[in-house]
């Protein structure tokens, strides 16, 4: 079983586990409530209200705080594939303006180089290989611009020189930045603070239906489900090579 796989099963996982969970934790809610209903017919339900209310609006801060942040780093990371193919694109374009002697072997780097960036993405989220891939494109980085050093060197291709090393430096700058977009993410905590949130909403919307002599199936059911494929898909967007 690959890597990516096994990350995506993870993440089902993961998601299976929490609508067990709260539908775990709605039952034995409900079933606290019906002790203590019994127990204290008149008292049972006093104050809980303000105590729900706050657990569900924090529930609903932290479910919009990271869906919109997943959704925005997402949409960011996508822009940057474009930035960096039109950088590349440029550079290689402006190869033209260097000496004829040279271009060959630069537009063979340029190559090499575009078949390494995709590796890097295709070897995610194995972090071995996918360091590996970038190891090597930041050498092929540096050969390539060493040789368009020397081949704009001398008074004569200083014209080229102010074109091409420009989007040569674009180019590797577009890069560096891609894979820091890649990397970055909310802390761990947060996720794990939604998760516990959940539950604890699970539990205390399980003590509201104590009133009742049967189970709400479809508002339960429809609670877990809900909340379940919202925080998948927030780790989708998140950790979209790993999905």
Avoid: C
Avoid at 212 to 239: C, K, Q
């Amino acid at each position: 079983m690959t890597l990516d796989v096994r990350y995506a099963l993870f993440g089902v996982s993961l998601a299976v586990g929490l609508f067990i969970g709260m539908l775990a934790l709605l039952e034995l809610g409900r079933r606290m409530g019906q002790r203590r209903l019994a127990a204290d017919p008149e008292g049972a339900r006093a104050g809980v209200g303000v105590i729900d209310a706050a657990v569900f609006a924090l529930l609903g801060l932290l479910l919009a705080f990271t869906f919109s942040g997943a959704a925005e780093r997402f949409d960011r990371r996508r822009h940057l594939v474009v930035e960096e193919a039109n950088a590349i694109g440029t550079a290689y374009l402006r190869l033209d303006l260097l000496p004829s002697d040279a271009q060959s072997a630069l537009r063979e780097k340029f190559r090499r180089y575009v078949e390494t960036r995709l590796a890097v993405y295709q070897k995610m989220p194995d972090l071995l290989a996918e360091r590996a891939e970038l190891a090597k494109a930041v050498a092929l980085q540096g050969e390539i611009w060493s040789q368009a050093v020397a081949a704009t060197s001398g008074e004569r291709f200083q014209p080229a020189r102010v074109m091409v090393l420009p989007a040569l430096n674009a180019m590797i700058d577009i890069a560096t930045t891609r894979t820091v977009a890649a990397q970055t993410h909310l802390p761990m905590v947060i996720y794990a603070m939604l998760v516990i949130v959940a539950l604890a909403g699970s539990l205390l919307a399980g003590n509201g239906m104590a009133g009742g002599t049967s189970r709400p199936w479809l508002h339960m059911i429809g609670f877990a489900v809900a909340t379940t494929l919202v925080v998948y898909v927030i780790l989708d967007l998140e950790f979209p090579r790993a999905g």
